[in-house]
């Protein structure tokens, strides 16, 4: 097991197989190297892997992945890293491929949190949506309360099916969903679907990635998440000329993910997150 610190060769190919296993594990993990969070970085060999440890003020989080799934791998990694000790308080994600790996983590005490998956669009433009058919308004500050009621509600029972607290984390981090949504403003990264005088969808992207697409749960089922997705991917394709569109999607939103592989998506990359107890 080698190290792979910010200035040597080993953490290139560190970040080069970390970003061939999930787009969103290397996302983070440079988020994550931007905001000081990471402490060690490793190469693993003989099987071959990659680990990274980071900190916060609240706890420790690990990423685990293998090239060669197997047993007896992530938790005897654990083990040598913590000296015997993990801390009840971490988080661990593995890459959701490693089926052995799993069936080992939750054989000595770690509970599933939730599974994501990691999805890709490349293709012709196929998602011709007259826009005069929308009515679609960029975000203004004054909408505020209205984009925190609706994000919060729409993602209610998902994060509540997984026990993810909070489960309305708009509305409990509301001065940060604020500042996020002025920030992505700036770039008309979030818009909002109208319907007479009530707010009904929202769209919020980063560059060529569709970060979030949410609908009034009391509207959901009735084709406006497809509707959506089809304004989302005619701007992204044809107006802004990206020729891939990615998203992540929590695995047990099963009717997002029919929606996202019957429009072409192809299911590229799975995380799995993990807790002690």
Known sequence: METAKCSNENFKI???????????????????????????????????????????????????????????????????????????????TVNGYNKKVIAEVLDNGFSEIYSAYG????????????????????????HSEQFIDLLGNAFYDLRKEVDLKPYN???????????????????????????????????ILDDNEIDTIAVDRRLQGMGYGDKLLRYTMNELINNKHFDTVYLAVMAHNKKAIKMYKKSGFIEKSKLSYFRLG
């Open 14 to 92: 560190f970040k080069t197989r970390l970003k061939s296993i999930s787009r969103y594990a290397f996302l983070n993990f440079e988020d994550e190297c931007d905001n000081n969070l990471v402490i060690d970085t490793f190469l693993i060999s003989n099987p071959d892997g990659l680990a990274y440890i980071k900190k916060n003020a609240e706890r420790f989080g690990v990423f685990l992945s293998f090239d060669e799934d197997g047993e007896d791998k992530a938790y005897k990694f654990l083990v040598k890293y913590f000296n015997g000790e993990i801390p009840d308080n971490l988080i661990l």
């Open 119 to 142: 999805f890709e669009y490349s293709g012709q433009n196929q998602f011709e949506i007259s826009s005069e058919d929308l009515d679609i308004r960029k975000y203004e500050a004054k």
């Open 169 to 203: 984390w708009y509305l409990e981090n509301k001065k940060a969903s604020e500042d996020y949504f002025l920030e992505k403003s700036k770039t008309d990264s979030i818009i909002g679907l109208w319907q007479e005088n009530s707010l009904i969808g929202v769209i």
